[in-house]
């Protein structure tokens, strides 16, 4: 068994600050112990309790300046769009033909997908991100490739090859049979491997025809514990294009639900342009949905109506997505900061508790995992990341003046990034960590 401690403050949520009000939702400590046993969390306490009831010879590391967080949820991303974030100036449907569909051929060759993975998975862990639910390529090869480097560094990761049998470059193209059968060999192979989980993945509706959509149900409900994920209503463009492809359905929701695509473990990417039957739908399913604010701002898509997806009487589970190559960071403390401005031209503030919880707690809801990732909490999966509160000169700063820890975590969400991530623990290891790169450094 191997044992070790971690004093410094730490935050964790209980209960979902959109929901009941902050106090009840998010437990603080202002000087935690937090003793770890293989791979969980073993206790979390008060520093002066957990010292005296603490075994002898159990190391302690202790954080100052720092504050102790769940490791970082990102529940919509594409892996192999690493190498073109920031592609400049189209929106959605220009910008996969011109770009992203270009960038994505070049996952054919094993060896690129997997040099890709491993700058990619080291990018999430530098930013605090311990979990993603990951869009890998058409290409079998490309999947191996992202859950051999997860593997690794045993981080737990949703991932899946992607499904087109349409509308894309024929390199691109699946065909309904063979992505079912390429998918459940994939199932097979990586599926609850390790901390490994599967992600069923129909890129969206304009790009699968109804035939792929049908086997993608079909094999989702063969395999329960499996996920699925795809896009929905990101854009006017491509939400008329899903009207005129399906005109015998209701709604581009309404394609995916009629394919037996939504429930639990249904992951929605964007969501931005949604109407009351839509979010009513995602309630009575159980399908969660994945708010990715940088990409929706960068492609100029719209504005997510958060406050609408968590009304109280049908409360939608939300996740936050960094959409890379579309989303502009791997930081999740960006996403906030742009959550929130996304939030306000809304017409609405998004707190600091809530900000936080989507990030961890509120992420593995929407994933499904909250029983063991997303909190800092006995029987937990030790994921989680210590904050630098002096990370830069102007945090230093501008902290140095927060009242309480809201002020301290909106300061993180305005101001912060990657820097501000000292270390980051995946199952009880340390992993990362800001101040000694070289044991890190890829290639
Ligand atoms: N819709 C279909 N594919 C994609 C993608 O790769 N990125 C984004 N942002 N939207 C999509
Ligand atoms: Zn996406």
């Not at 100052?64 to 189209?90: K, N, R, S, W």
């Amino acid at each position: 068994m191997t044992q070790r401690a971690i004093r410094a403050p730490a935050m964790t949520f209980h209960g979902d600050p959109f929901l009941v009000p902050a106090g009840e939702a998010l437990r603080h400590w202002p000087d935690a112990l937090m003793r770890i046993e293989d791979g969980r969390i073993a206790s979390i306490e008060d520093a002066e309790e957990g010292l005296k009831r603490l075994p002898a010879g159990v190391p302690v590391t202790h954080y100052e300046d720092a504050l102790i967080c769940p490791g970082f949820i990102d529940a919509h991303v594409h892996y192999p769009q690493t190498q073109m974030i920031g592609a400049f100036g189209a929106e959605l449907l220009e910008w996969l033909e011109r770009y992203t569909f270009v960038a994505e051929q070049d996952f054919a060759d094993a060896g690129h997908a997997r040099d890709v993975a491993a700058r990619f998975l080291r990018e999430l862990l530098r930013a605090g991100t311990t979990t993603a639910s990951v869009y890998c390529t058409v290409h079998p090869q490309s999947v191996d490739a992202l859950f051999e480097e997860s593997e690794r560094f045993n981080t737990r990761m949703i991932a899946g090859k992607v499904l087109m049998d349409r509308n894309a470059p024929n390199a691109l193209l699946d065909t309904a049979e063979r992505g079912y059968a390429e998918s459940k060999a994939l199932i097979g192979k990586w599926h609850g491997r390790g901390r490994q989980l599967y992600c069923i993945t129909p890129r969206f509706a304009p790009s699968s025809s109804e035939e792929q959509l049908q086997a993608a149900g079909k094999l989702w409900r063969e395999h329960p514990g499996t996920y699925m994920q795809t896009h929905l209503c990101e854009n006017q463009g491509e939400i008329e294009w899903v009207r005129q492809l399906f005109p015998e359905r209701s709604s581009y929701l309404d394609v995916y639900d009629h394919a037996g695509l939504t429930g639990p473990r249904a992951i929605f990417g964007h969501a931005v342009h949604m109407d009351e039957e839509d979010f009513a739908c995602c309630h009575r399913t159980g399908s969660a949905l994945a708010h990715c604010p940088t990409s929706n701002l960068f492609l100029g898509s719209g504005l997510f109506r958060m406050v609408d997806a968590k009304r109280i009487e049908r409360p939608v589970r939300v996740g936050l997505g960094t959409d890379i190559g579309a989303g502009t960071s791997f930081s999740q403390l960006q996403s906030l900061g742009e959550a929130y401005k996304v939030a306000k031209l809304g017409g609405h503030a998004l707190t600091p508790e809530q900000g936080f919880y989507l990030a961890t707690r509120g992420g593995a809801e929407a994933l499904r995992l909250d029983d063991r990732i997303g909190s800092l909490a006995p029987g937990f999966e030790a994921d989680f990341v210590v904050l630098d509160l002096k990370a830069t000169p102007l945090l230093d700063f501008r902290l140095s003046h927060a009242r309480d820890l809201a002020e301290t975590l909106f300061v993180l969400m305005t101001l912060g990034d990657d820097r501000a991530i000292r270390a980051t623990y995946v199952a009880g290891e340390c992993v990362y960590e800001r101040d000694r790169p070289e044991s890190f450094l890829y290639p």
